[in-house]
Each structure stands twice: as structure tokens, then as C-alpha cells.
């Protein structure tokens, strides 16, 4: 009877570290406008993932309500230079990016760096795209395909209705039926609807509000489509592809020359966030929450397939995709407002050495690889003191 309690109790802690505490990388590098929203996204993010920003139960879905990360802010883009450096991450998140178009003026990736973001994208790592990132990296239309669609313009910002177009997604479950919120409301150069993988719909304007219809040049470079106006979506699987339908602007290996298909794993992106006051509302930090954690619970990455080619691995992973490289810097950015570099704020503990709580010039320090083991170790450790009254000596 012993024997069989100690069996079960080992069975479940077992089952409890079988998945590792995902990880995903915050880009914020800037090339063309730099909102000043970027620190308090990363906050925010940041403390939801690591339990010190509670969102209330009535604004947060119950599927990722339990669920932690680990995340990592940088806007270097040295860490795109580090194929292996990337592989660690469950997901990367491009946190209010912005390129100046035309293509080649001022982007926050060269061409390395494009070419390493593809290929993890093809392996099945996750993407977060939120308000801007639809405004980065034009000459990479892989990039249009994988957030859904290109910004085109927004009319000034103002006081707009915006409603859930489904509430069966995390991100909108929760949501009111309709709220008020200060925004700029984005029109996109094409449909992300009408790619292979199309997109869905989460949220669109539930009122008529003021939009001239063209861009401060007086033209437009597309259309969203018919309604309802996309302002949210998701997509899984296929988030590379094109077939006959795709627009022009998202096809094409662009001037870095790269064009790749695939792409297994999750995308979400959000319009929304412009304006700091918005990230403090309990509702829109339940949207945040419930794309993140939606992109982070794909079977596509380490953290829940130990197969899988990219992420954290977990206990029952073998090898790891580069969880010890480091990312080297070259100190400096792009950024309009002079920010720059790299900041790891962990889940597991404070920033590494040469970092700091805002951004600095320091690419961040990878994940050990010691953590799988030590969550491994445990349960034999918790099984070995229940036999035998006492613990091993440890080394």
C-alpha cells in the first residue's frame, strides 16, 4: 500500500513538471515612430506572465488563467543574428515595432535576422504581433503574411466602439459586448482573410467614427476587405503560405530575397494598445493575456511536444534548441527615441548580469539548461525522503 501511494504520489509530480514554463522574447526595436506605450506592454506582459500583475478572474479566460511565462525584452536585433539563441523561444512577440516604409528607409531586422525569424517561424514557433507590428519590416512580405496583413493608414486618434466579433477565442471571451477606447483605429493594406490560412476575426468597430478614408498622402495602398473592419485575429498553421488569392503586398521575396511556406504554429495579433491608459484597463489586459497565453499553449513548441523543433523544453526533452547560447550585441538602435538593447525580465529570478528594468544595450541572457533538470530531480528527491526519513547529501 506504501508502495503504491509513493508510486502515485511520484506519477504526479512527475505529470506537474511535464510541461516547462514557456518562454517568449519581446522585440521593441524601432525604426520609424516609437510609441511611448512600449514600456508599460512589456510590464504588462511581463507581470502577467510571471504572476506579479493579477488580472481579475471576470476579465481573464479560464483556459489560461493558470498559465505562467517567461519573458525576455530586447530591441536589439543581435538576437535575430543567433538562429540558436532564437530556438529557445516558445514565441516572439513584436511589441509596437515599427519600419519606415518605403522598404530599405529604416527597418529593425537585416537581411540575417529575417532570414532566422522565417526559419523559426517554419519550425513552429509562435508570433504576438500588437498594435504597429503590422507597420514592420516591409521588405520581407513573409512578415505581411505572418502578422495577416500590412498597416496601411489611421485616421486621428480617438474615442472609438469596438466590440467582440467571437468570444469562443481567450482573448475575447471575457471582453464587454461593447467598449469604449481610446485608439487609432488601423486600416491594412489587404484582407487577412484571403490568405491560405485565413484569418479570424476577433474584434471590429461597433460604431460609425471620423476616418477621411486615405492616408496623410492622400491615397491608399489597399483595402481591409469587407466587414466586418478586422482589427484582432488569429491564425493557426500554414502562416507563410500563399496561393492564388494572396495580395501582392504580403507575396514576393522582397528585397532580403527571402520567401519562405509553412509555418505550423500560432499567430495572434491586436491593433490595439497605442495609448498607456489603455494598458491598465483590466478588460484589455485580459485581451493581452488571452493572445499570449493562446500562442503559448501550441503543440507546436518545446513546452507542450517534447518532438517539437523550438521552445522550452520540458523534462521529457531531449537536447534543447540553444538554450545555452547568447545573443552578442552591437550596441545600438534604430529607435527614433534612442532606446536600444536588450532586458530580460524572468519569471525565475531578476535580470541578468549587465541588464536592467529599462532598455539597455546588453542582448539578454538565454534560459540555463540546469532548470529542466533540477524540476526533474525533484520528484525522485521528494520520493527518496518519504522511504527513507532523510534527505541525500547534496552536491
Not at 531531449?318 to 547560447?325: D, L, Q, R, T, V
Request: no cysteine; glycine share 12%.
Amino acid at each position: 500500500m506504501r508502495w503504491s501511494a509513493l508510486a502515485a504520489i511520484g506519477s504526479a509530480l512527475l505529470a506537474q513538471q511535464a510541461h516547462a514554463v514557456p518562454h517568449i522574447l519581446l522585440y521593441t526595436r524601432t525604426a520609424g515612430y516609437r510609441h511611448e506605450s512600449i514600456p508599460t506592454a512589456v510590464d504588462t506582459i511581463t507581470g502577467i506572465g510571471n504572476g506579479t500583475l493579477r488580472v481579475p478572474s471576470g476579465s481573464l479566460d479560464a483556459s489560461i488563467a493558470d498559465l505562467r511565462w517567461q519573458a525576455t525584452a530586447t530591441s536589439d536585433q543581435a538576437a535575430f543574428r543567433n538562429a540558436t539563441y532564437l530556438a529557445q523561444f516558445d514565441a516572439i512577440a513584436f511589441i509596437m515595432t515599427t519600419d519606415i516604409d518605403p522598404p530599405g528607409a529604416g527597418t529593425v531586422l537585416d537581411d540575417e535576422g529575417i532570414r532566422n525569424f522565417a526559419t523559426y517561424i517554419q519550425n513552429g514557433g509562435g508570433y504576438v504581433g500588437i498594435h504597429s507590428a503590422s507597420a514592420t519590416l516591409f521588405g520581407a512580405p513573409f512578415y505581411g503574411r505572418l502578422v495577416g496583413a500590412y498597416f496601411d493608414y489611421h485616421p486621428q486618434i480617438q474615442s472609438v466602439s469596438l466590440k467582440p466579433v467571437a468570444t469562443d477565442h481567450p482573448s475575447t471571451s471575457k471582453l464587454p459586448g461593447n467598449f469604449d477606447i481610446q485608439e487609432e483605429v488601423y486600416n491594412f493594406r489587404s484582407d487577412p482573410r484571403k490568405l491560405p490560412s485565413p484569418a479570424n476575426v476577433l474584434i471590429t468597430n461597433a460604431s460609425n467614427y471620423q476616418d477621411p478614408g486615405v492616408n496623410p498622402q492622400g491615397f491608399r495602398n489597399g483595402t481591409n476587405g469587407p466587414a466586418p473592419h478586422p482589427l484582432a485575429w488569429y491564425r493557426e498553421g500554414r502562416l507563410l503560405d500563399t496561393d492564388g488569392s494572396t495580395d501582392a503586398s504580403v507575396r514576393g521575396g522582397g528585397g532580403a530575397n527571402v520567401d519562405p511556406s509553412g509555418g505550423p504554429g500560432r499567430s495572434w495579433y491586436t491593433s490595439l494598445g497605442h495609448d498607456r491608459a489603455t494598458w491598465q484597463q483590466d478588460f484589455f489586459r485580459g485581451h493581452i493575456a488571452g493572445g499570449v497565453g493562446w500562442v503559448l499553449q501550441s503543440s507546436t513548441v518545446k513546452s507542450n511536444n517534447a518532438t517539437a523543433l523550438v521552445g522550452q523544453p520540458g523534462p521529457s526533452s531531449s537536447g534543447g534548441g540553444g538554450a545555452s547560447a547568447e545573443a552578442s550585441s552591437t550596441g545600438g538602435s534604430a529607435s527614433s527615441s534612442g532606446g536600444a538593447g536588450a532586458t530580460s525580465r524572468s519569471a525565475s529570478g531578476p535580470a541578468p548580469s549587465g541588464s536592467s528594468s529599462g532598455d539597455t544595450n546588453n542582448a539578454a541572457s538565454p534560459a540555463s539548461p540546469h532548470s529542466a533538470l533540477s524540476r526533474m530531480l525533484l520528484p525522485v528527491a521528494f520520493i527518496y525522503i518519504v522511504i527513507f526519513g532523510a534527505p541525500v547529501a547534496l552536491l
